[in-house]
């Protein structure tokens, strides 16, 4: 064995690890920004599925592949890094089926979806590839390896979640395969062969790096939000999406919404002046939608929404003016009820950091008028551990 080659073998198995882990919570991430949670439980599957096929390959070709396992290695950080990104260009850009509203209608979107699905096993098959290489040479210390593998998994785990924030899924994803195609680099021989095999993989990786949208420019199920919202002469636009480790935001600039044609007009009202300032919608991951309201401060601009079901509880109660906790604060609706109200004092718990950078920095002018009250505090933290946390009563 050539000096260095155990510890560049260890720092191999820990960085195709690594990425193997990262990557799979990236790819669920996308999965749950196309489909919502009905699909996502697919890629804990399909990463399975790779390590299985690479399997195969290794008890199939086990001598030519240790004979030549530099280029094996080579080449395996090229499939990852390939397919990865032509997986996700091809999964994106897929027609996707309605929303299922019944049974039935689930199992044809799953069967309709699988091909494109089944297409991420190949990038994990490539990091199979490498790891079951590393474990199976007898000349390499097993336990090492395998110890090695799992401290790349644990970190893994707790890199992406920064990562997701920092970087967005689609970054995140091309630096995967960064690292993937360093680390092999860093431990093959580099021959013409891997060189050009190299030289092929980054220049795809590069590609995808100076415009992410040739990649993952996403096609959205057919009567969802932002399938509507990207319509044809819809008259509205996505313009902003931002990650965070919980889900996807994206910001919509909307036309107004048409009281007559709402399916659910207690949640808009039938007031045309008020919901002339219906300008934007907030979504998380396609679903769980909320209007975000073009509030200016004043008091009368929001007459009108005391015809949507969200002032219900203003209307009953006839205690004074109350101190009010909204969980989830979305788009700023529920918040906007509880100032036109009157009430003393309210407190928001945003528990997705990607809302609010929305409302305190990208979209900051948009919400000053409610967000800068000096009766309302945004918190970003979970719910019930607020409650938990807090003796007061709202």
Not at 49 to 64: C, D, K, N, T
Not at 181 to 208: N, V
Request: aromatic fraction near 12%; glycine fraction near 8%.
């Amino acid at each position: 064995m050539k000096p260095g080659f155990h510890l560049r073998a260890l720092a191999l198995a820990f960085s195709t690890a690594f990425v193997a882990l990262f990557t799979q919570v990236l790819v669920h991430r996308l999965v749950m920004a196309k489909l919502v949670n009905n699909f996502a439980f697919l890629v804990i599957s399909l990463t399975m599925l790779g390590f299985a096929i690479s399997g195969v390959v290794l008890s199939r070709w086990r001598e030519p592949i240790f004979e030549n396992q530099g280029r094996v290695v080579v080449l395996s950080a090229m499939i990852f890094a390939v397919t990865l990104l032509g997986s996700c260009a091809l999964f994106c850009g897929a027609p996707a089926q309605d929303w299922a509203a019944s049974r039935p209608e689930f199992v044809r979107s799953y069967f309709a979806l699988m091909p494109w699905a089944l297409l991420f096993a190949l990038p994990f098959s490539g990091c199979g590839l490498v790891l079951g290489l590393l474990l199976a040479r007898p000349d390499l210390p097993t336990r090492q390896i395998y110890f090695a593998d799992l401290s790349g998994s644990a970190l893994g785990a707790f890199a992406v979640l920064p990562a997701i924030r920092d970087l967005g899924v689609e970054r995140s994803l091309i630096l995967a395969c960064v690292i993937m195609l360093g680390a092999a680099l860093a431990f093959a021989p580099r021959g013409r062969l891997e060189w050009t095999l190299a030289l092929l993989a980054g220049a795809f990786i590069a590609w995808a790096a100076a415009d992410p949208s040739r990649v993952f420019h996403m096609v959205y199920p057919a009567g969802s939000i932002l399938a509507q919202a990207t319509a044809p002469g819809s008259g509205s636009q996505i313009e902003h999406v931002a990650w965070d480790p919980l889900s996807r935001i994206e910001v919509t600039r909307i036309q107004p919404p048409d009281p007559e044609r709402f399916a659910l007009p207690s949640l808009i009202g039938d007031d045309r002046a008020f919901l002339s300032r219906f300008r934007r919608l907030l979504t998380q991951n396609n679903n769980a939608f909320t209007y975000a309201v073009d509030y200016d401060g004043q008091p009368g601009s929001l007459r009108g929404i005391e015809q949507t079901i969200y002032a219900a509880a203003y209307q009953v109660q006839s205690a004074g003016p109350p101190r009010v906790l909204i969980i989830g604060v979305g788009g700023g609706f529920d918040v906007l009820n509880a100032l036109y109200f009157g009430a003393a004092e309210v407190t928001g718990v945003e528990v997705n950091g990607a809302t609010v950078g929305i409302l305190t920095r990208t979209y900051h002018d948009y919400f000053r008028a409610w967000v800068e009250d000096p009766r309302f505090r945004l918190v970003q933290g979970e719910g019930r551990q607020f409650l938990a946390s807090h003796p007061q009563r709202f």
